[in-house]
């Protein structure tokens, strides 16, 4: 009777281990029925990621068990994504890069996976002391409490590219992150339940603040002018039951702070200029918003974002301009929105600045004091108050034939195809205007042509399109200063570098996206891809201006600022590619 008993018992032990080792699974990109989603149901998963079984993007089970665990490792040369929103992990995404081994466990209580794995790393005062040492992991916690507590926290000085340090703490006192090894010093006061990221970026061999907490404050009569900051991000809202007429930004900043100013409040208010790098009025207005962000070595405020005044030409009646609110004023013409002269209001603020857009038939005067100035269809002019309160144009414009061949037209259709020129065509302008450039392009023709059977790279229409009898006839005929052409053609873009008369052709591909354009007109603008000129006409690696890289709209300058840190996007008299294209678009647009 014992020995039955025994059996039994055993039999249940098999049966559970049995069912416990078939909830487990080992699955791959190609093996799982819905590639990077991964399926509920299971208490652990191992997900494993290699070349030729890779998926871009990978989201944890939607519905998990408690202590459910999800292990990813990857093999691939390629990177992932992990969407991150159910995790306890203070960014949107993770990227999982080939080496990596993350761990996942999943707290049905706070409905959140805990991070763990070879990549993660869990510090705390008292465990690792207040310096955290070189080499750390991908993803290092370091936390703080009441007896586990450093006044201030010391970052490496040796880490990897991307590595991220996340700083929390739940003690009474507070902290700070000390200058050491970082690249700007940043209010850093950490608080009680404040959370910190840094990020190390490789190319500079420091550490940024890549999110903190934001200080929200009400304007009220106490801040006329607003405090000193205790964090990198302070904001300060403005609302019908607090408001006050003026606000100044703080006097005593840490170096590459912030400061957002927003308003719900019916009535206007007005940021003061005073420790603002020049820029004209700034009225806020219901609805809008203003981002400021301290430049220590310039010992101003540099606006980073502020609302736009737009009108419409045909409802200005007079063709007057009504005094300047904002920095910007955009005016709009059209074919039934139009006025025969706009005039610009006089005593306006230095560095305010009015941008005219016509896409109407006629030509219109635009009225600046007492020079007058003619803009025609397609063009885009920007006007800009000098330091004596003067109006003066800021712009010249160069004139572009817009070509795409029958080839592309066949392969995506012809309205996609124009589609797709007037983007790139778009997004290169706005580059322009976001990054000081002294001239705009307008578009003076968008015509199709015959690809000859031996185009076969990009560089066979860049060499024949020069001397083409058809298209030089519509250059001559529409006075265009350069040639764009789109094809099929092997590569993804290709031009001439510094564009002589004869050489100002640009071409792109259907290979690639519509952000092709904005680089390759660079390189007839003069500017060389990052590292490959010996003075200043080149892109900025590092920060993948449009000329290097080409991941975000601005082409390089020491005199704009990376929205994220803060970094000057071009380097004084060794990386400037806006003062090259600027010194040279006054030749360019006399060539026709």
């Known amino acids: 009777m014992r020995i039955k008993k025994l059996f039994l018992c055993c039999a249940v032990c098999m ?28 208490s652990k998963i191992t997900f494993t990621l290699s070349n030729g079984n ?18 990813i490792i990857s ?32 707290n049905a209580q706070n409905k959140k ?46 880490a990897k590219n991307n590595d991220l340090i996340i700083i929390r703490s739940n003690a009474t006192w507070s902290s700070a992150i000390a200058l050491d090894n970082r690249l700007y010093a940043n209010t850093t006061k950490i608080n009680r339940n404040d959370e910190y990221v840094l990020k190390y970026l490789g190319d500079f061999q420091r550490w940024v603040v890549e999110s903190a907490p934001t200080r929200t404050l009400n304007a009220s009569t106490a801040i006329n002018t607003i405090p000193t900051p205790t964090s990198p991000i302070t904001l300060v809202k403005f609302s019908d039951g607090q408001w006050i007429p003026n606000i100044t930004l703080p006097t005593n900043p840490g170096n590459r702070d912030r400061v957002i100013v927003q308003s719900n409040a019916t009535s206007s208010s007005y940021i003061n200029n005073t420790g603002v790098n020049t820029i004209g009025p700034m009225q806020l207005r219901t609805g809008d918003k203003y981002e400021f962000m ?6 101003k405020w540099e606006v980073m974002y502020y609302p736009n005044t737009v009108y419409q ?3 200005l009646g007079s063709g007057v301009l009504p005094a300047l609110t904002t920095p910007r004023t955009i005016v709009d013409f059209s074919d039934g929105n139009y006025v025969t002269q706009l005039t610009l209001p006089n005593n306006s603020a230095p560095n305010s600045r009015v941008v005219v857009r016509s896409n109407a038939t006629w030509t219109f005067n635009v009225l600046a004091g007492t020079q007058r100035f ?9 006007f800009v108050v000098n330091s004596s309160g003067a109006w003066t144009k800021e712009t010249i414009t160069i004139d572009l034939l817009l070509l795409y061949s029958d080839k592309a037209a066949a392969k995506l259709g012809e309205s996609v195809m124009q589609a797709r020129l007037r983007e790139g065509f778009s997004l290169t302008n706005d580059a322009l205007e976001n990054s000081g450039a002294n001239f705009r392009y307008r578009m003076v023709g968008l015509k199709k042509v015959v690809a000859k059977s031996t185009w076969l790279a990009l560089g066979d229409p860049l060499r024949e399109l020069r001397d083409d009898a058809t298209v030089q006839g519509w250059r001559n005929e529409l006075k265009a200063d350069g040639i764009y052409y789109e094809g099929t053609e092997d590569g993804c873009g290709l031009a001439w570098l510094r ?20 680089h390759e007109l660079g390189h007839n603008m003069s500017v060389a891809h990052g590292g490959e000129s010996s003075s200043y006409n080149q892109g900025y690696t590092a920060l993948k201006t449009i000329m290097a890289g080409n991941s975000i709209p601005y082409y390089a300058t020491p005199k704009r600022y990376s929205p994220d840190y803060g970094i000057p996007l071009g380097i004084e008299n060794k990386i400037d590619a806006v003062r090259a294209m600027n010194e040279f678009s006054s030749t360019v647009a006399a060539y026709r």
């Not at 069912?19 to 699974?25: D, F, L, S, V």
């Not at 890779?54 to 292990?71: G, S």
């Not at 301290?294 to 010992?299: D, F, H, S």
């Open 15 to 42: 049966l559970s281990l049995s069912a416990y080792a078939a909830n487990e699974i080992t699955t791959t990109p190609n093996s799982n029925a819905q590639k990077g989603s991964l399926p509920s149901g299971y």
């Open 54 to 71: 890779w998926v871009p993007e990978i989201q944890l089970p939607q519905n998990p068990a408690d202590k459910a665990q999800v292990n």
């Open 75 to 106: 093999y691939a040369a390629y990177s992932s994504t992990l969407n991150t929103a159910a995790v306890d992990f203070p960014m949107t995404q993770l990227t999982i890069n080939n080496g990596d081994n993350y761990l996942f466990t999943y």
């Open 113 to 158: 996976w805990r991070i763990e794995g070879t990549n993660v790393s869990y510090l705390t005062p008292n465990s690792n002391g207040a310096v955290i040492a070189n080499n750390p992991k991908p993803v290092s916690f370091y936390s703080m409490a009441d007896a586990n507590w450093a006044a201030e926290i010391k970052l490496p000085a040796i």
């Open 294 to 299: 301290y430049i220590a070595e310039n010992k």
């Open 313 to 315: 030409a045909g409802k």
């Open 374 to 382: 003619p803009v025609t269809k397609g063009e885009t002019v920007a």
């Open 499 to 518: 564009g002589s008369s004869y050489n100002m052709i640009a071409s792109g591909s259907t290979n690639c996206g519509t952000t092709v354009m904005r």
